[in-house]
């Protein structure tokens, strides 16, 4: 399993057993190792199930999922939400298909390190998402890729009626570590002033000039959904 898989089943492998949507599960590695650890796991993916897999669905996460209703326990989404055209109506369907008190987790990549944040500021794109190969050609040259940043999927979050919980850094580089308090001090200004006047602000400057954000190449986030709009 890769690493953000491994983050994922850390998570979920201790919880009381449930339904579990892997939702573009691919090989179907993280879902395997819930079901050992318990839980009754329904795979769904745009590819043909290539491993035979049980409780397997051919479906777009662009579209509608197949599922009923607050069916599900937990749902995981790892590494997907940068090929999706619409997270408004990916958000939408994860919130439809959990039941209240049920946790989504998803990872993806961040766009937000110190790093990363520099390189767009020369270039006007992002390092693992050029405009163009300078390599060979690979098989997903031809998607489109959408990538949103923390700031877009915590709002996301919040429409959606769901509440953070957990935010986990993965594939922490030594060049962000060292500039990462550079930036950090940046943002002190701005905590300090805006704490009394806007919390909500405040706090997501907070999040901003975590160690997570301005570190972490991959996030896993970890939410539960609080009630049904």
């Known amino acids: 399993m890769k690493n953000m898989h491994h983050a994922i ?6 919880k ?39 409780r397997f669905v051919n479906a777009d996460l662009n579209d509608f999922f197949p599922y009923n209703d607050e069916f599900f326990d937990f749902v995981v989404c790892a590494e997907s939400l940068q090929y999706l055209e619409n997270h ?12 209240t008190g049920g946790s989504l987790i ?9 790093f990363s944040r520099l390189y767009f500021l020369r270039r006007g794109y992002f390092q693992h998402f050029k405009p163009f190969r300078t390599k060979q050609h690979k098989e997903w040259d031809h998607f ?23 935010t986990i850094a993965l594939d922490i580089k030594l060049k962000n570590l060292l500039l990462y308090p550079f930036l950090k001090a940046l943002y002190l200004p701005g905590v ?30 970890s939410c539960v959904k609080v009630n049904n709009l």
């Open 9 to 14: 089943y850390e998570l979920l492998k201790d």
């Open 144 to 166: 489109i890729y959408n990538i949103p940043s923390f700031v877009e999927v915590f709002e996301l979050i919040r429409k959606n009626s769901f509440e953070l919980r957990d």
């Open 16 to 54: 009381k057993s449930g339904y579990l949507l892997d939702a573009a599960c691919g090989k179907g590695e993280l879902g395997g190792a819930l079901e050992k650890a318990g839980h009754q796991v329904f795979y769904m993916d745009k590819y043909a199930n290539p491993h035979n897999i049980q």
């Open 192 to 221: 300090f002033f805006d704490k009394n006047r806007n919390t909500e602000k405040a706090e997501m400057i907070k999040r901003l000039a975590s160690r997570e954000l301005l570190t972490g190449n991959w996030l896993v986030i």
């Open 106 to 114: 998803i990872s993806f990549p961040n766009i937000l390190t110190v």
């Open 88 to 99: 408004e109506k990916l958000f939408r369907e994860f919130r439809r298909v959990l039941k």
